[in-house]
C-alpha cells in the first residue's frame, strides 16, 4: 500500500513542483564552485523545488540564450547572475512579457527599468573594495615596518573580468578611500578575469615592467591573488613579505595562503546564496513581495586570525 501510495503522490508532487531557471556564469573561481554547490544542493534539499541548471562558461551570448531557454520552457522563475552589467534589457523584457519573474543573484545589471527584476540578492562589492583599501591603510606601515606619510607606496591591482559588477564596484570602493591616503598610488591595473591563471600571468607581466618597485597587490578576487602569489615567488621576490596583498572572497585556498604568510588579508564576499534563493523564490510563488536588495553579511580577515578561522570555512 506504501509503494502504491508513493507512487500516486509523485505525479501530483511533480505537478505542484516551483521551477526555477538558474543561469550561472562558469566555474572561473572557487568562490563560483561554492555558489554553484550552495544553489544545487539547496535545490535538492527542497521537494518543492526543480532547478533547471545551466553553465554559461563566461559567455554573456550562453546566459542570455539560456534564459531565452527558460521562458521558452515556461519556468516560474528564472534565477541568473549576470557576466556583465550591460546587455540585458531584451532579454529581461521578454522574461517580463512571458510574466515570469527574474532575480538577480550575486551580481547586479544595468538596467535603466528595475521593474525588469524583482529582486538583487547579494554582496556590497563598493564595500568590499573599502574594506580592502582601509585594512591596507591602517595595517601597511605594521606590516612594511615603512612611513607611509613619506613614502610613495606602488599598488598594483588585479581586476575582476571586464564590465562586470564586481570588477567595477570593487574598483570604485578601493579608490574611494584611497583617496584619503595619496601616499599609495596604484600604478599598474589590468583585468585578470577572476582566473588564477590570468591572476598570474597578469602579475608576471606587473613584475616584468616594475619589479620590487611594487609594495602592494589588490586583487579583486582570492583565486587571481593565488596565481599572483605563485608569479611573486618565481620572480624572487617573498608574497606577504615583500608584496602586501589583499583580496577578496574568504575562499579556503586564501586561509591556506595566509597560513603560510604569503596572503596578507581577505575580504569576506559569500558565495552560500542558495538558501537565501529558494527562500525568495518560495516567498514569491506565495505571493508575498520581496525586499528589492537583500544584501549578504559579511567579514574582514587579516592572516592573524586565518589559523582559527580555516576549520570554520564552508567554502
Ligand atoms: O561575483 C562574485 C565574484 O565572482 C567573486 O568575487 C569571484 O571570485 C567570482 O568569480
Not at 500500500?1 to 573561481?29: H, R, T, Y
Not at 620572480?235 to 579556503?252: E, N, Q, T, Y
Amino acid at each position: 500500500a506504501l509503494a502504491v501510495g508513493m507512487f500516486l503522490a509523485a505525479p501530483a508532487l511533480a505537478k505542484d513542483k516551483i521551477v526555477v531557471g538558474f543561469s550561472q556564469i562558469g566555474a572561473e573561481s572557487a568562490w563560483r564552485v561554492a555558489n554553484t554547490e550552495s544553489i544545487t544542493s539547496e535545490a535538492a534539499k527542497r521537494p518543492n523545488i526543480e532547478l533547471k541548471f545551466s553553465d554559461a562558461q563566461q559567455k554573456q551570448e550562453n546566459q542570455i540564450k539560456a534564459i531565452r531557454n527558460f521562458i521558452a520552457q515556461g519556468v516560474d522563475v528564472i534565477a541568473f547572475s549576470p557576466v556583465v552589467e550591460t546587455g540585458w534589457t531584451p532579454v529581461l523584457k521578454e522574461a517580463k512579457r512571458a510574466g515570469i519573474p527574474v532575480i538577480l543573484s550575486d551580481r547586479a545589471v544595468d538596467t535603466e527599468d528595475d521593474t525588469l527584476w524583482v529582486t538583487f540578492m547579494g554582496s556590497d562589492f563598493v564595500e568590499e573594495g573599502r574594506r580592502s583599501a582601509k585594512w591596507l591603510a591602517e595595517n601597511y606601515d605594521r606590516l612594511k615596518n615603512a612611513d607611509k606619510s613619506s613614502d610613495v607606496i606602488n599598488v598594483v591591482e588585479l581586476q575582476g573580468t571586464v564590465g562586470s559588477a564586481p570588477a567595477i564596484d570593487r574598483k570604485t570602493g578601493f579608490e574611494e578611500v584611497m583617496k584619503n591616503y595619496p601616499q599609495f598610488k596604484v600604478i599598474k591595473s589590468q583585468s585578470g578575469d577572476f582566473t588564477r591563471s590570468k591572476g598570474k600571468e597578469v602579475m608576471e607581466a606587473f613584475l616584468k615592467a616594475e619589479g620590487a618597485k611594487i609594495d602592494v597587490l589588490y586583487a579583486h578576487n582570492d583565486d587571481m591573488a593565488i596565481g599572483a602569489i605563485q608569479a611573486i615567488e618565481e620572480f624572487g621576490l617573498k608574497p606577504g613579505k615583500d608584496i602586501i596583498i589583499v583580496s577578496i572572497d574568504a575562499v579556503r585556498g586564501a586561509f591556506e595562503a595566509m597560513i603560510e604568510g604569503k596572503l596578507n588579508c581577505t575580504v569576506e564576499c559569500s558565495p552560500l546564496l542558495g538558501p537565501q534563493l529558494f527562500d525568495a523564490v518560495e516567498d514569491l510563488m506565495a505571493g508575498k513581495t520581496l525586499p528589492k536588495r537583500i544584501v549578504t553579511n559579511e567579514g574582514v580577515f587579516p592572516q592573524e586570525v586565518a589559523a582559527k578561522e580555516l576549520p570554520n570555512r564552508k567554502y
